[in-house]
């Protein structure tokens, strides 16, 4: 997924907006893989006819070079289907504007992959169709990921668009240092999702391994929680915004109540890196020792790594629970371009993409394929024996689905208008959580109608 906790995500722009913004379209780079690269895209055929594709790449962790032995792979096993790269890095709304743009120019793009949902790529750029009829023909294996988050991320208005390759997210794990746990006589947490630790108990956990001197905070129970905006609200079932994207329920009372304990644990307990009277400026908290629990983003693979020299026992453990528990984490999707001519060949290399976890494997994320799951985490963290990483599996497995607020095509606007100033307003403690959650309802409200109105009523 590529994105930094509490990053704005995708751009609130309509895709007029984009098509017209003066920026490049990006250079179509055709893979050395591909003998023809370059050469002008072949009528839609059958199965096996020659066809040119252009694949819309938002890459994560995956090298130049690895995706070039991937495409190499596909060549081999698709003879026929050339397949030329076009540049869409960085975050959600500049990866957005790039293929925008790229549109405007008039290039074809028949595969996109990177983004959160197929939502963001509909009612900001349109740029992705239906893929029902071919999955139905095909016979394809729609339980093969976690239902849940293949609905609220594939399905738009009762039609599929999408596929899930991979995980990212605000949490992508939870992990605990052995060590502090042991100093401060604290139990170990549960690494079973069936018995999680309980919300009182993680609770009590933080404030033990919570050390001061005076005023001043010289370790923390916790590194952060996640994303504000939905992490730690996830446990308690409560949201900003109604899954049909129509009304925001901020000011709700479980909404409230569940920001309440949020805020026990940051302003009442002081137990965060983020609460007052802590200053530990950019240093990573929890590889220096100065946090027992990290819930890193992103990807566990790459926290796993960032652990390396630390001289740090460390372990994964479960989201404490509130009314549930589950990671706060989102599918990385790809579709298939809407305006593409070479449907069977770009649902190839789609296809090809999601069997055996091919780009998740390059991209180092946890597969979105249920069935791939462990072994990839035996392969990709044989390195640390000892860490519990198979329970990361089920926790994919039964995960919930994102806020719907951050699936929103102005997600952008709402949060740089009315939640990132509000946050940074509630950390200078120049208001309440509660103050800012009701204020910030008619805002939200006002840009979800705004939204609405421009498509119609939708």
Request: overall charge neutral; proline content about 6%; hydrophobic content about 40%.
């Amino acid at each position: 997924m590529g994105w930094t906790a509490g990053t704005p995500g995708p751009s609130g722009a309509t895709r007029r907006t984009l098509l017209h913004r003066s920026l490049g379209a990006g250079a179509v780079l055709s893979a050395t893989a591909c003998a023809q690269g370059g050469a002008p895209a072949a009528p839609a055929g059958g199965a096996n006819a020659p066809a040119t594709i252009t694949w819309a790449v938002r890459p994560s962790g995956a090298t130049p070079e690895a995706r070039e032995r991937l495409l190499q792979e596909f060549k081999a096993a698709k003879p026929n289907i050339t397949v030329e790269q076009l540049d869409a890095s960085g975050g959600i709304a500049p990866s957005l504007e790039k293929i925008a743009a790229a549109l405007a120019a008039g290039t074809v793009i028949d595969v996109i992959n990177g983004h959160l949902a197929a939502r963001q790529l509909i009612e900001s750029i349109d740029a992705v169709q239906p893929i029902d009829d071919l999955v139905r023909r095909d016979r394809f294996d729609l339980n093969r990921y976690n239902k849940e988050t293949l609905d609220s991320t594939g399905r738009y208005d009762g039609k599929l668009y999408t596929l899930p390759h991979a995980y990212g997210g605000d949490v992508a794990a939870v992990a605990y240092n052995r060590a502090l746990f042991r100093g401060a006589g604290v139990p170990e947490p549960s690494s079973d999702w069936n018995k999680p630790w309980t919300w009182e108990e993680f609770r009590e956990a933080m404030r033990r391994l919570t050390k001061s001197s005076g005023s001043e905070l010289t370790q923390v129970g916790l590194a952060g929680f996640g994303y504000w905006v939905q992490s730690p609200i996830m446990q308690w079932g409560a949201r900003w915004l109604t899954p049909d994207y129509k009304t925001v329920v901020c000011d709700s009372q479980q909404t409230i109540d569940a920001y309440s304990k949020f805020d026990e644990l940051l302003f009442k307990d002081r137990v965060l890196a983020q609460s007052p009277g802590a200053s530990f400026g950019t240093a990573n908290t929890f590889t220096t020792g100065k946090a027992a629990v990290a819930m890193p983003c992103c990807a566990a693979l790459s926290f796993a790594r960032s652990t390396r020299g630390a001289n740090i026992e460390w372990a994964f453990v479960t989201m404490p629970r509130g009314n549930t528990s589950t990671l706060d984490v989102s599918p990385v999707v790809m579709g298939i371009g809407k305006l593409s001519k070479q449907k069977e060949a770009a649902w190839e290399l789609v296809k090809f993409f999601d069997g055996e976890s091919r780009l998740a494997a390059v991209d180092e994320r946890m597969p979105a394929v249920l069935g791939d799951m462990l072994s990839w985490i035996k392969t990709n963290f044989s390195e640390w024996p000892d860490a519990r990483a198979e329970m990361l599996a089920e926790g994919m497995r039964i995960a919930k689905p994102l806020e719907p607020l951050r699936y929103h095509a102005q997600w952008q606007k709402m949060a740089q208008e009315v939640i990132d100033p509000g946050y940074a307003d509630i950390l200078a403690q120049k208001r309440s959580m509660v103050d800012f959650l009701k204020s910030a309802k008619p805002l939200l409200q006002n840009i979800v109608d705004d939204h609405a109105r421009t498509r119609g009523g939708r």
